[in-house]
């Protein structure tokens, strides 16, 4: 299995452009999380979705972050419009929630907003 | 709410011995974790222990579970300076049936020749 792979790695954009980040989990998998992580604030969960349906979107900062998954395979989190303060390296993990709850990571994308 | 604490720094020499300690809030977590991130990496999970166990050992690690304090450590015998990285704990909330983990803000172990 390939793992949870997101997209892109890094990207670089300036304040108040929209951000897309990807994510495609393991197949198989029916549990979906979006973490940030900062030097800051550590991990933080964003949002997490079970069997595509977003289940605690407490952890998104504001309205200008938004989380789709539109099929098991796939989702978004799209931030609108950006800010310096979003710089982070956003990670997306998912997981077969019946085994233990282990959770396996993808390898990040970093943003940076100037 | 739920909270976990690590400290954020350690440093050992290596072939010693690293202890990396956590404390957490939950006393109905049913799973706590260890897992490590590698620069550039995501995390993965290094080792679990279900809350009835005291002790896990696996290999290098040794895993020790106080339920009465919320006090997890993980030992990492003969350290090596492959085993420098961030070290996570987590604990998993609602039971562990969710899947969903509250993660201290990690540990860094440096490893010096």
């Known amino acids: 299995d390939a793992g949870v792979i997101q997209s892109p790695r890094h990207e670089v954009t300036e304040m108040g452009q929209e951000v897309t980040l990807r994510c495609k989990p393991i197949s198989g998998h029916n549990s979906l999380f979006w973490y940030r992580q900062t030097m800051m604030r550590g991990l933080e969960l964003l949002i997490y979705f079970n069997n595509n349906v977003p289940i605690d979107d407490s952890g998104m900062p504001e309205d200008r972050f938004s989380a789709k998954m539109p099929n098991a395979s796939f989702s978004t989190l799209k931030i609108q419009p950006s800010e310096p303060r979003d710089s982070a390296v956003y990670f997306c993990a998912s997981s077969f929630v019946q085994v233990g709850g282990e959770l396996f990571f993808g390898e990040g994308s970093r943003l940076t907003v100037l | 709410g739920e909270d976990v604490e690590q400290s954020l720094f350690l440093s050992v020499r290596e072939g010693d011995s690293s202890v990396i300690n956590c404390t957490y809030t939950?006393?109905?977590?049913?799973?706590l974790y260890w897992y490590k991130q590698e620069p550039g990496a995501g995390l993965q999970l290094l080792t679990y222990i279900f809350s009835n166990m005291d002790m896990k050992q696996d290999q290098r690690l040794t895993v020790l579970l106080n339920k009465k304090d919320k006090h997890l450590s993980l030992r990492i015998a003969d350290t090596q300076t492959g085993d420098s990285a961030i070290y996570f704990c987590?604990?998993?909330?609602?039971?562990?049936?969710?899947?969903?983990?509250?993660f201290g803000k990690g540990t860094k172990l440096s490893v010096k020749p």
């Open positions: 987590a604990e998993s909330i609602y039971g562990g049936s969710q899947g969903n983990l509250i």
């Open positions: 939950d006393s109905s977590s049913t799973y």
